[in-house]
């Protein structure tokens, strides 16, 4: 793998991942809810997820998805059902002002699978994969070396922008000072978990 090639298939990463999506609305809104602890486990599925896309796309596996239509779409509403779950939860949770961090009652198992569900339950991050990766290499040639170039630069490029989109919400989570502002805040982000599950449930 060249190092253009790395470099080309970065930049135009970092420019589709930074575009808020569902995923990036359900990042915020969970850690503005309920901030940062206990959001790596939704954050680690969500790079994995990728991963498998990714994966997918470099090995000529696209006709997995297709074979496995159904399950991933009964994963992508598995999905969209917890979203609006934790949207629910969000909506009804106490406007209490403290200084330290709401606690978390999301098991970690939970948050995992709902971000796994997320990623693969989006076969558009596949076909992102599909159109960029044959611009830029030869696929029929790609080597193990260079699907691990590009996995590694991948994972670089999501925790970069994936982390900075939770620590900004967390900074804006900290000037919530007032119980009403906590409340307008907790109602926000239940909308716009709710507006991620319906994002995810109107794509094909």
Known sequence: MTLSAILIFAAALLVASGSPGPSIAALVARVISRGLAGVLPFLAAMWIGEAIWLSAAVFGLAYVAQTFH?????????????????????????????ESELPSDEHPARLFMAGMAVTLGNPKIMMFYLALLPTIIDLASVTVVGWAELTVTMFLILMAVDLGWAFAAAQARRLLKSERAVKIANRISAGTMAGAAAAIAARG
């Open 70 to 98: 159904y399950a991933f779409v009964a994963l992508k509403w598995a999905g969209v059902a917890y979203l609006l779950y934790l949207a629910w939860k969000m909506w009804r949770a106490p406007a209490k002002v403290s």
